[in-house]
């Protein structure tokens, strides 16, 4: 084995070794080592230059931003909803003689949808009307008996006084003034069984008045008429079908006007006025406008919601109950800025917001929210008329930092 391969192996190995771990220990002994310059040298050489060379500044692209005017909304998810909807229910019980109406059928307002056959109602009516005769025809007889009685009463009234001005002078016996006056107590008695007689036809007048309109509205309940004009959404009872009382005639839907019902969260209810313009999308891709007619005063339990609703024209009935639809509804203008989605970024703190840069091209966070978002970029509400935003290179600065700005203007 030859000595000198591996002489020069443990050699490369030291040197490497000091030149990695030993570094700053080499150097320092090298500069030990170095002989010190002479006076002729030492004169020659130049003063140090003590000052640090300048960093250079970052530099940054801006926008010289100034604040428009634009139109603010508030964008809801919902369906549609009919107007008006009822399910017409029969009173009565009995079959159905009518033809029925089918499904999708328009119907005006007391369109006659179901009959049911009359029975026994007519004899019930007939009988009521009998007896509302016979208590009518009651009635003058008992005021005759109440006038007779009150004849009676009168004259029985006048034999007392007679009989009372005899006995004082002598004239008449204890006997008779005590018989005139129970003339008057049984006149009197008659008088007051006069008057309830005379009340008891009156009142029978109204007892048999009120059978007659009970047995005239059951008669009136045979026909089942439309509330209002609209369409039915199912077929009227079928023709024999025995009707109980509840039971379904058919169902009226009105779908123009047509409801638009989406939910707000309570962050934005605020922004929502009975009354404001509101556009709507469905799924369809059809468009339609109304404005809104309810704003809900009380929250979802569930979703802490409110609801709102819009009325929008259907004349053609193309836009049917229970679609999916994109409601937006107009809030307040405001003053807004439009810059490219980039130039956002987060604070320490994870709170949104943009860079901004002032005359001294000193670099400031500015806290922003986001209005609504479009094409050309976002816009942004929280910042002053007029601001220079870092849109390029804002990832790379810090409050208070000086930059090298480029200023573009917006296009």
Do not use: H, W, Y
């Given at each position: 084995m030859?000595?000198?391969?591996?002489?020069?192996?443990?050699?490369?190995?030291?040197?490497?070794?000091?030149?990695?771990?030993?570094r700053d220990n080499l150097v320092d002994f090298a500069r030990e080592t170095d002989a010190p310059p002479s006076e002729a040298e030492t004169a020659a050489a130049p003063e140090p230059d003590n000052t640090t060379p300048s960093k250079p500044l970052v530099s940054v692209v801006a926008l010289r931003s100034v604040a428009q005017?634009?139109?603010?909304?508030?964008?809801?998810?919902?369906?549609?909803?009919a107007a008006r909807e009822v399910e017409v229910r029969s009173e009565v019980s009995g079959l159905?003689?009518?033809?029925?109406?089918?499904?999708?059928?328009?119907?005006?307002?007391?369109?006659?949808?179901?009959e049911v056959e009359i029975g026994t109602r007519a004899s019930d009516l007939e009988d009521a009307q009998g007896v509302l005769i016979r208590a009518q025809a009651a009635v003058p007889e008992a005021n005759a008996r109440l006038a007779e009685a009150n004849a009676r009463l009168a004259e029985a009234q006048i034999n007392d006084n007679a009989a009372k001005r005899l006995s004082e002078g002598g004239f008449a016996s204890d006997t008779r003034v005590a018989s005139a006056a129970a003339s008057v107590e049984s006149a009197l008695a008659a008088v007051e069984a006069a008057k309830a007689a005379a009340s008891a036809a009156t009142s029978?007048?109204?007892?048999?008045?009120?059978?007659?309109?009970?047995?005239?509205?059951?008669?009136?309940?045979?026909?089942?008429?439309a509330p209002f004009a609209g369409m039915l959404e199912t077929d009227t009872a079928e023709l024999g079908t025995l009707m109980q009382p509840g039971a379904l005639c058919g169902t009226v839907v009105l779908l123009n006007p047509i409801k638009l019902v989406g939910f707000v969260p309570e962050t934005d209810v605020e922004r929502i006025k009975v009354g404001a313009m509101a556009g709507a999308r469905l799924a369809s891709g059809r468009e339609a406008r109304g404005s809104v007619s309810f704003l809900s005063r009380t929250a979802d339990v569930t979703t802490r919601t409110f609801r709102v609703e819009v009325i929008v024209p259907n004349e053609d009935l193309a836009i049917r109950d229970g679609q999916t639809v994109e409601i937006i509804v107009s809030a307040a203008g405001t003053e807004a800025h439009l810059v490219p989605a980039s130039a956002l970024t987060l604070d320490d703190d994870g709170e949104l917001g943009v860079r901004t840069v002032d005359e001294n091209k000193t670099v400031q966070f500015a806290p922003v929210s986001i209005l609504r978002d479009e094409i050309g970029g976002v816009w942004l509400d929280g910042l002053p008329d007029e601001v220079s935003i870092i849109t390029s290179g804002q990832e790379y600065v810090t409050d208070g930092v000086t930059v090298a700005v480029t200023y573009k203007e917006p296009s």
């Open positions: 030859r000595l000198l391969p591996i002489l020069t192996a443990i050699l490369v190995s030291a040197f490497l070794f000091f030149l990695v771990f030993q005017p634009i139109e603010n909304a508030v964008l809801l998810r919902g369906e549609t909803e159905i003689i009518s033809e029925p109406l089918r499904k999708g059928s328009q119907v005006e307002k007391d369109q006659l949808l179901c029978g007048i109204k007892s048999a008045e009120a059978r007659v309109a009970a047995a005239q509205r059951e008669i009136d309940r045979l026909k089942i008429n």
